[in-house]
T-cell receptor
């Protein structure tokens, strides 16, 4: 499975859009991009996934570049409850392998 | 999203004893389940992948005789930590996915194991 690179930490003001980047330059054609988040001492929560088209659901939007080498998760109106570690994962085969993620802190 | 339940949420056991953790998919049939462990301030580390009715596939460095995984039905997988030692104290998390390989996996709430 392709590796991903994320910034270790980010801050965002409450009510603003949080944009979390992820690089996955070695992604292959059949690998999906998944985003999960983990709030302290809980299991990861699924957010969104996509292959090459941009995706949107009730939680977030996923923007994947045309060459698929990077993506951005957008939380449109961040709240304090969005403070968590966000993981970007590229998966083709069965496994979901987690990197170090981005610790997002939403500030009041 | 789909619901995956782990039990117990936390457990304290004595060194040398065995502990069983259950992972259930409550509203879907999980053909594949994954077990992870997580140490404080670290990311999740995949331990093994199990498919219903077959033997689990362990990641490199994970002792299969110490961490016994059983996936006997489409809704239940168990992880047994045998002869537990304090260094096995960790947060254990399961994940389950149904048949289509490109569907999302859902995670349990985790089990905090403390070995004293």
């Amino acid at each position: 499975d392709a590796k991903t690179t994320q910034p270790p930490s980010m801050d965002c003001a409450e009510g603003r859009a949080a944009n979390l980047p992820c690089n996955h330059s070695t992604i292959s054609g059949n690998e999906y991009v998944y985003w999960y988040r983990q709030i302290h001492s809980q299991g990861p929560q699924y957010i969104i996934h996509g292959l090459k088209n941009n995706e949107t659901n009730e939680m977030a939007s996923l923007i994947i570049t045309e060459d698929r080498k990077s993506s951005t998760l957008i939380l449109p109106h961040a709240t304090l409850r969005d403070t968590a570690v966000y993981y970007c994962i590229v998966r083709g085969a069965q496994k979901l392998v987690f990197g170090q993620g981005t610790r997002l802190t939403i500030n009041p | 999203g789909a619901v995956v339940s782990q039990h117990p949420s936390w457990v304290i056991c004595k060194s040398g004893t065995s502990v069983k953790i259950e992972c259930r998919s409550l509203d879907f049939q999980a053909t594949t389940m994954f077990w992870y462990r997580q140490f404080p301030k670290q990311s999740l580390m995949l331990m093994a992948t199990s498919n219903e009715g077959s033997k689990a596939t362990y990641e490199q460095g994970v002792e299969k005789d110490k961490f016994l995984i059983n996936h006997a039905s489409l809704t239940l997988s168990t992880l047994t930590v045998t002869s537990a030692h304090p260094e096995d104290s960790s947060f254990y998390i399961c994940s389950a996915r149904w048949q289509n390989a490109n569907t999302e996996a859902f995670f349990g709430q985790g089990t905090r194991l403390t070995v004293v």
